[in-house]
């Protein structure tokens, strides 16, 4: 049974991670810098068509909650063993940069797709105040993987061969570890109650519910949306090495919100203000940082700024992390509920974000300079404002936090066909179980028998 608990499947979904996503970040910038293909890979990853792979994190809502987190698991596997064998071919001089890029697009849809079961369950298996660096330690992860590739790339000892067959043996790997993640109603807490789950539903029931939710769901979906337009109008590049392994290392710096999130106050609404409070502050120090650069013309390239301009891709990979982890940490207090966890990360975390890069890109597009000239600075400030505005939304929000998730689940994720089939089982004498959040055990059960 010890095998059912929550610390047990978070240590197989972590090692998932770090088997598929870890090794992937590692190895993947090695075979194509060996390949010549890390420049048009470059390009695709900027542009419009790689921000769209994250609405597959709507599809991931849907299949996490029918199919399981075990089946998406398998899906992000699979994923990164056809991307790898491409990799793989390309290593050997068999595949072009239009197939990698094709195949990297397959890999990212399928790795979205798994990431929104991998992080639904890191946000509803740890007990409450576990939340923010169980997340916290999935990003680490991530990121230091990213930062070690691009170091590595750097340091220009590169394997290609080495990294592409390590690439593939992992992926084949992660399929495996993922056999061991049981069904999410299997898993038992340390108090013996189980974790809840939403009774399943179809495809087409599932995807309806993606869109119910209260005010407070629109509140913290316009933040997700705004954060990512504010950062991504500030039109910082990232031209050389050196820029991305120092974007990706500020992005490890995510560990000390996790801990603020988690440790500190008794209460959960304290803590969030702090959170909220710390990731505004890392946002704004990198808005000013990015004001100044495009002052003198050096949003693109360090030139003699070159201090100033590291500094700002630093905060960017910080703002980044932190809004995540925020964002993440919002959708582990509205619910206890793994299914309803599932939803708002494929929506929320997933799909919201993507569509405030494409927003920003787009105003980007718009005010691109002519004749040589720097862009206009317009979508930098409208950027600032709406996450201001947003901002100051999620204080509402964050108020409304108690310490027993109380807020009213059937209005984030369920129906009123649901709630009346409840209370008509209430009625004929069945056995209700709620949860609430207990000081020491996160869940706790309660009995009420309704005669």
Same mark, same amino acid.
């Given at each position: 049974?010890?095998?059912?608990?929550?610390?047990?499947?978070?240590?197989?979904?972590?090692?998932?991670?770090?088997?598929?996503?870890?090794?992937?970040?590692?190895?993947?910038?090695?075979?194509?810098?060996?390949?010549?293909?890390?420049?048009?890979?470059?390009?695709?990853?900027?542009?419009?068509?790689?921000?769209?792979?994250?609405?597959?994190?709507?599809?991931?809502? #849907?299949? =996490?909650?029918? %199919?399981?987190?075990? /089946? $998406?698991?398998?899906?992000?596997? @699979? *994923? !990164? +063993? &056809?991307?790898?064998?491409?990799?793989?071919?390309?290593?050997?001089?068999?595949?072009?940069?239009?197939?990698?890029?094709?195949?990297?697009?397959?890999?990212?849809?399928?790795?979205?797709?798994?990431?929104?079961?991998?992080?639904?369950?890191?946000?509803?298996?740890?007990?409450?105040?576990?939340?923010?660096?169980?997340?916290?330690?999935?990003?680490?992860?991530?990121?230091?993987?990213?930062?070690?590739?691009?170091?590595?790339?750097?340091?220009?000892? #590169?394997? =290609?061969?080495? %990294?592409?067959?390590? /690439? $593939?043996?992992?992926?084949?790997? @992660? *399929? !495996? +570890? &993922?056999?061991?993640?049981?069904?999410?109603?299997?898993?038992?807490?340390?108090?013996?109650?189980?974790?809840?789950?939403?009774?399943?539903?179809?495809?087409?029931?599932?995807?309806?519910?993606?869109?119910?939710?209260?005010?407070?769901?629109?509140?913290?979906?316009?933040?997700?949306?705004?954060?990512?337009?504010?950062?991504?109008?500030?039109?910082?590049?990232?031209?050389?090495?050196?820029?991305?392994?120092?974007?990706?290392?500020?992005?490890?710096? #995510?560990? =000390?919100?996790? %801990?603020?999130?988690?440790?500190?106050?008794?209460?959960?609404?304290?803590? !969030?203000?702090?959170?909220?409070?710390?990731?505004?502050?890392?946002?704004?120090?990198?808005?000013?940082?990015?004001?100044?650069?495009?002052?003198?013309?050096?949003?693109?390239?360090?030139?003699?700024?070159?201090?100033?301009?590291?500094?700002?891709?630093?905060?960017?990979?910080?703002?980044?992390?932190?809004?995540?982890?925020?964002?993440?940490?919002?959708?582990?207090?509205?619910?206890?509920?793994?299914?309803?966890?599932?939803?708002?990360?494929?929506?929320?975390?997933?799909?919201?974000?993507?569509?405030?890069?494409?927003?920003?890109?787009?105003?980007?597009?718009?005010?691109?300079?002519?004749?040589?000239?720097?862009?206009?600075?317009?979508?930098?400030?409208?950027?600032?404002?709406?996450?201001?505005?947003?901002?100051?939304?999620?204080?509402?929000?964050?108020?409304?936090?108690?310490?027993t998730n109380n807020w009213s689940l059937p209005r984030v994720g369920g129906d009123e066909a649901d709630v009346s089939t409840d209370l008509a089982e209430l009625s004929a004498g069945s056995e209700h179980t709620t949860t609430v959040?207990?000081?020491?055990?996160?869940?706790?059960?309660?009995?009420?028998?309704?005669?």
């Amino acid at each position: 049974m010890r095998f059912h608990s929550p610390q047990a499947q978070l240590a197989m979904v972590l090692a998932y991670v770090m088997v598929l996503a870890g090794v992937a970040g590692v190895t993947t910038p090695c075979v194509l810098a060996a390949t010549g293909h890390a420049a048009a890979v470059a390009a695709y990853a900027g542009s419009w068509r790689q921000a769209i792979t994250a609405a597959a994190g709507i599809v991931g809502a #849907v299949a =996490a909650n029918v %199919a399981g987190v075990r /089946r $998406v698991l398998w899906v992000g596997s @699979a *994923a !990164g +063993v &056809a991307c790898s064998a491409v990799l793989l071919a390309g290593a050997y001089g068999r595949a072009g940069a239009s197939g990698v890029i094709a195949v990297l697009a397959v890999e990212n849809a399928g790795r979205t797709i798994a990431t929104v079961g991998a992080v639904a369950v890191l946000l509803t298996y740890p007990r409450e105040q576990r939340k923010a660096r169980a997340l916290a330690a999935f990003q680490f992860a991530v990121n230091l993987s990213l930062t070690l590739g691009q170091v590595t790339v750097l340091a220009k000892r #590169v394997d =290609a061969h080495a %990294a592409a067959w390590a /690439r $593939v043996v992992c992926s084949v790997a @992660a *399929a !495996g +570890v &993922a056999t061991f993640v049981v069904p999410a109603s299997a898993v038992v807490r340390d108090s013996g109650v189980y974790v809840d789950v939403a009774r399943a539903r179809g495809v087409w029931s599932e995807a309806r519910l993606l869109a119910v939710g209260g005010w407070r769901v629109g509140l913290a979906a316009t933040y997700v949306f705004a954060a990512p337009f504010a950062l991504g109008t500030l039109g910082i590049a990232l031209p050389d090495g050196a820029s991305v392994a120092l974007y990706n290392a500020g992005a490890l710096g #995510v560990v =000390a919100l996790g %801990a603020a999130l988690d440790v500190g106050a008794a209460r959960r609404r304290v803590r !969030g203000l702090v959170g909220l409070a710390i990731s505004s502050a890392v946002v704004a120090a990198c808005v000013i940082a990015m004001a100044v650069l495009r002052s003198v013309g050096r949003t693109q390239e360090p030139g003699n700024q070159a201090p100033l301009f590291y500094a700002s891709v630093v905060l960017n990979g910080l703002a980044v992390s932190c809004v995540f982890l925020f964002s993440g940490w919002i959708i582990g207090s509205l619910t206890n509920d793994v299914a309803h966890t599932a939803r708002l990360v494929g929506t929320h975390l997933h799909t919201m974000p993507a569509l405030g890069s494409l927003a920003a890109a787009a105003a980007l597009y718009h005010a691109r300079g002519m004749d040589g000239k720097p862009p206009l600075a317009y979508p930098m400030y409208i950027g600032a404002a709406l996450l201001a505005a947003a901002s100051a939304g999620m204080v509402f929000v964050v108020n409304q936090i108690t310490d027993t998730n109380n807020w009213s689940l059937p209005r984030v994720g369920g129906d009123e066909a649901d709630v009346s089939t409840d209370l008509a089982e209430l009625s004929a004498g069945s056995e209700h179980t709620t949860t609430v959040f207990a000081d020491h055990s996160s869940i706790s059960k309660h009995h009420a028998i309704y005669a």
